[in-house]
T-cell receptor, first 114, second 110 residues
Framework: NAGVTQTPKFRILKIGQSMTLQCAQD?????MYWYRQDPGMGLKLIYY???????DKGEVPNGYNVSRSTTEDFPLRLELAAPSQTSVYFC?????????????FGPGTRLLVL | TQLLEQSPQFLSIQEGENLTVYCNSS?????LQWYRQEPGEGPVLLVT?????EVKKLKRLTFQFGDARKDSSLHITAAQPGDTGLYLC??????????FGAGTTVTVRA
């Protein structure tokens, strides 16, 4: 199993450009998450999904959109990139809901908005 | 304001020394998790503590959950360079969505 994969690894965007961060998992997990990680701030939840066709906002959803058309894929869309979206983005998945559940993380996408 | 406060923010020690990092909250958690994140990679779960007062050992790592279930600590004995990384605590305050602390960056010098 590849686990959770993310592409691209690194991207530079100009202000106002758009892009999609790809995330895929091959563990047949129902739950998927998008986080951003900023220095000294920990991981903040952007959006999450409890299954195909179902998504919901997390703590910091402004400026982002998601879709979940299949169990495997959970892309994150930035429509109008802003310098405040410079961050490292992590996708994660888990088998079930619950605080005892392990979340499996991808390797991250580093995004720089200039 | 972070729901989970971690201290210290940075820790640099010599190989063979011991270290302790802390995770504190004013909220009660039914469980807490500890993750380690190496540079350029995503976090990986180390342990979940579920009972107040619980102590779990993972080789040279000892995890403790406070009696009041508001805090946790991670102690590393005889640290090695391979222990270098960002240590994150996480808990779910009432639902299954994890809230993470800001992390402690540990550097073990050879």
């Amino acid at each position: 199993n590849a686990g959770v994969t993310q592409t691209p690894k690194f991207r530079i965007l100009k202000i106002g450009q758009s892009m999609t961060l790809q995330c895929a998992q091959d563990m047949n997990h129902n739950y998927m998450y998008w986080y951003r990680q900023d220095p000294g701030m920990g991981l903040k939840l952007i959006y999450y999904s409890v299954g195909a066709g179902i998504t919901d906002k997390g703590e910091v959803p402004n400026g982002y959109n998601v879709s979940r058309s299949t169990t495997e894929d959970f892309p994150l869309r930035l429509e109008l990139a802003a310098p405040s979206q410079t961050s490292v983005y992590f996708c994660a998945s888990s088998n079930r809901a619950g605080e005892l559940e392990t979340q499996y993380f991808g390797p991250g996408t580093r995004l720089l908005v200039l | 304001t972070q729901l989970l406060e971690q201290s210290p923010q940075f820790l640099s020690i010599q190989e063979g020394e011991n270290l302790t990092v802390y995770c504190n909250s004013s909220s009660v958690f039914s469980s807490l998790q500890w993750y380690r994140q190496e540079p350029g990679e995503g976090p990986v779960l180390l342990v979940t503590v579920v009972t107040g007062g619980e102590v779990k050992k993972l080789k040279r790592l000892t995890f403790q959950f406070g009696d009041a279930r508001k805090d946790s600590s991670l102690h590393i004995t005889a640290a090695q360079p391979g222990d270098t990384g960002l240590y994150l605590c996480a808990g779910a305050p009432g639902d299954y969505k994890l809230s993470f602390g800001a992390g402690t960056t540990v550097t073990v010098r050879a």
